[in-house]
Antibody, heavy 121, light 111 residues
Framework: QVQLQESGPGLVKPSETLSLSCAVS?????????WGWIRQSPGKGLEWIGSIYNTGTTYYNPSLQSRVTISVDMSKNQFSLNLRSVTAADTAIYYC??????????????WGQGALVTVSS | NFILTQPHSVSESPGKTVTISCTRS????????VQWFHQRPGSSPTTVIY?????PSGVPDRFSGSIDSSSNSASLTISGLKTEDEGDYYCQSYDDSNHVIFGGGTQLTVL
């Protein structure tokens, strides 16, 4: 069974770049259908950030698109999130997630435990 | 793009049945599959319904999903409520550009 684990700084300064990695175990990162990132601000709902498919194609939330990059590192069997020019509004729990098997639906079957990132000086 | 609207909260007694709605603002509800996630405090979301009405293995048959084209909405019904069913429930769909869309979430209280 695939397992996902987020890692990265828990505190980021305003205007800097938030960088998180998601280590994948139990499956090759290159052969899954797609991977993605979702965040949840304190006391709020789920917000999709973006996804990267096994073709290398990326899709981003239009509200974040200008600041987001998602990439895959096959050598480390992980994928990553970079969110630039952060503000306090980017404080949230960040989840990595994935869908291993190809299917018609666009949804996430496997989730990491989440990583809290606080934006503060 | 479209939004998915859910009630903010619902509550019901143990053993009863509750239904949570998820209304799509534009486009047909049946155009793209709907999933339902359950999230307990401090935990990651888990899938309870996928492809509108399918249950993952391990999810009890007390959980059922459906879509209604007349109201352009999806519904999650939980029967025989248990205290362990408490938490937040999110519907989720996507658009034709593979953009993932979550509903705002519904807090279920079993009291």
């Amino acid at each position: 069974q695939v397992q996902l684990q987020e890692s990265g700084p828990g505190l980021v300064k305003p205007s800097e770049t938030l960088s998180l990695s998601c280590a994948v175990s139990g499956h090759s990162v290159s052969s899954a259908y797609f991977w993605g990132w979702i965040r949840q601000s304190p006391g709020k709902g789920l917000e999709w950030i973006g996804s990267i498919y096994n073709t290398g194609t990326t899709y981003y939330n239009p509200s974040l698109q200008s600041r987001v990059t998602i990439s895959v590192d096959m050598s480390k069997n992980q994928f990553s999130l970079n969110l630039r020019s952060v503000t306090a509004a980017d404080t949230a729990i960040y989840y990595c997630a994935g869908k291993i098997a190809v299917a018609l639906r666009v949804s996430f079957d496997d989730w990491g435990q989440g990583a809290l990132v606080t934006v503060s000086s | 793009n479209f939004i998915l609207t859910q009630p903010h909260s619902v509550s019901e007694s143990p053993g009863k049945t509750v239904t949570i709605s998820c209304t799509r603002s534009s486009g047909r509800i049946g155009s793209n599959y709907v999933q339902w996630f359950h999230q307990r405090p401090g935990s990651s979301p888990t899938t309870v319904i996928y492809d509108d009405d399918q249950r993952p293995s391990g999810v009890p048959d007390r959980f059922s999903g459906s879509i209604d084209s007349s109201s352009n909405s999806a519904s999650l019904t939980i029967s025989g409520l248990k205290t362990e069913d408490e938490g937040d429930y999110y519907c989720q769909s996507y658009d034709d550009s593979n953009h993932v869309i979550f509903g705002g979430g519904t807090q279920l209280t079993v009291l």
